[in-house]
């Protein structure tokens, strides 16, 4: 179907025009991308190196319209070079699979194209969101409070923060950084970037981030902590805050909140959780003992987006504090929160975002959570973490694997050791030619296209493996698979 007449340069959709084009768009995204992206016969991704890619694809913009054949050709070649993450051999990164009500959910806002500040101008949105966020506090067991979806874990991370100074000192809104002290948060030194990029874009500065020692396991040290915290107190600087980690990106590490939680108490500092990753276990009975003592938060990071499988992004920031959200960022701008509208102007909540112009993330989650409601996301929860339990002993089974830690959560993170190092563990060089495995293995992955495992260094440790699943269509099978292709991949090396 070709593009004619005067209606190929207007966004208003015409219907003789453009109902058979969506049509087909709609026919090619089940077929490719949708269902023919999570076959298990199909490869995660079909590898072309940077600048082969360039020359199959024709990606620079052009002056005359492209027909409806040509547009068509232009989707089908993106879903075909692309990455399937809701493949069952995709466990690369802390998001996967394809939700067919979140998919939906998406779509249907897309197609609505709202933004989510006034009662105005997304009704339905804005009381979604208040029941979303309010059914979220109360699985995190926060009695009053109220939150805010995110535009992704690092912003939320950045909104904690800001929130916290706000606390400690609320006449750094107006004023400004001329009237702090010496400013100073605690993480362990297994959070997420973030931390840093965040405190050095809110002037903090990343030198006043105090990284805290971990276990083992990846658990931040409540004395290490507190000892840090009292040093900074006896150097003159404030410290303000601390941020513990609920699913640690790498090891999948719960820092022990309720002790944590009793430093803060003790020095009277904000305490945000970062839950990004592990949020969502707060949905299972069986497992969500590993957050006892979020409810002592002052702040919660939860990105269903990951654990939930909710398609990105789906961000969002829980607060104990009524009020504060508004307090901290509300400007009041008279052409957007006028006071004298004809409604309850308090449904008009994007004052209290840094964010203005917003997309409904909520609807996709809702629709996903009205789908397969609380006992849905258990069940899923529940899979995956039999699944990483599945694949932690299968691994201690097999001779050519080892376990970096005993994982605690969904994070299985281990070594291959290929034959040739084997028995070689001690020498000088081991280290060094193990930390050369992996990354040799990935591409060999990649260019076959037969699965995507990432691969990483952990301070002193070379680099290894993590098995992370968020795809509850995974099986035991699957991961036999997994095992068996990376045995296969290594066998040369």
């Not at 989510?116 to 059914?135: G, I, K, N, R, S």
Request: net charge neutral.
């Amino acid at each position: 179907m070709g593009s004619t007449g005067e209606n190929w340069f207007r966004s208003q959709p015409h219907e003789a025009l453009h109902a058979q084009f969506l049509n087909d768009v709609i026919e090619l995204l089940l077929k490719e991308a949708v269902f023919g992206g999570t076959l298990r016969s199909n490869p995660v991704i079909r590898w072309r190196d940077p600048e082969h890619l360039r020359e199959l694809l024709n990606l620079a913009p052009i002056d005359k319209p492209a027909s409806h054949s040509e547009l068509l050709q232009a989707i089908r070649d993106t879903i075909n070079f692309s990455v399937k993450t809701g493949h069952p051999y995709f466990i690369n990164q802390l998001f996967s699979s394809v939700d067919p009500y979140g998919l939906a959910g998406q779509w249907v806002t897309d197609a609505l194209n709202p933004s989510v500040y006034t009662y105005e101008v997304a009704p339905v949105f804005t009381l979604m969101e208040a029941a979303v966020l309010e059914e979220m506090r109360r699985l995190v067991g926060f009695p009053c409070g109220e939150g805010m979806f995110c535009s992704g874990g690092s912003f939320a991370n950045g909104t904690a923060m800001n929130l916290a100074r706000f606390k400690y000192l609320p006449d750094i809104k107006k004023d400004g950084l001329g009237c702090a002290p010496k400013l100073v948060l605690f993480a362990s030194e297994d959070a997420h970037y973030s931390i840093h990029k965040m405190a050095a874009l809110l002037g903090l500065g990343e030198q006043n981030v105090c990284l805290i020692q971990t276990d083992k396991t990846g658990r931040m040290d409540p004395l290490h902590l507190d000892s840090q915290v009292q040093k900074m107190i006896d150097t003159g600087a404030a410290p303000f805050m601390v941020v513990a980690t609920a699913g640690t990106t790498v090891l999948g590490a719960f820092d022990p909140l309720n002790t944590v939680a009793d430093v803060c108490a003790k020095y009277k500092l904000w305490l945000h959780v970062d839950a990004a990753w592990g949020g969502g276990i707060l949905f299972s009975r069986t497992h969500r003992s590993k957050l006892t003592g979020i409810d002592r938060a002052d702040s919660v990071l939860w990105n269903p987006h990951k654990l939930l499988a909710v398609p990105q992004q789906c961000s969002v920031l829980l607060v104990r504090h009524p009020g504060i959200l508004t307090a901290c960022h509300s400007r009041s701008a008279s052409y957007l929160f006028q006071k004298d509208k004809f409604y309850d102007t308090s449904f008009d909540t994007g004052d209290k975002y840094l964010q203005c112009g917003r997309r409904a993330d909520v609807f996709k989650f809702w629709l996903m959570w009205k789908a397969k409601g609380t006992l849905g996301f258990e069940q899923h929860v529940d899979s995956l973490m039999d699944c990483a339990d599945y694949f932690n002993r299968a691994v201690q089974l097999r001779p050519n694997f080892k376990l970096v830690t005993d994982p605690e959560f969904i994070n299985v993170c281990f070594w291959y050791i290929p034959a040739s190092l084997q028995g070689l563990q001690g020498q000088p060089d081991f280290n060094k030619r193990l930390h050369k495995v992996a990354p040799h293995i990935k591409e060999l992955m990649m260019r076959k296209g037969s699965m995507m495992i990432s691969y990483q260094p952990l301070q002193n440790h070379p680099n290894f493996f993590r098995f992370v699943v968020q795809n509850s269509g995974v099986t035991h099978h699957d991961i036999d698979y997994f095992l068996n292709e990376l045995e296969c991949l290594g066998a040369g090396l």
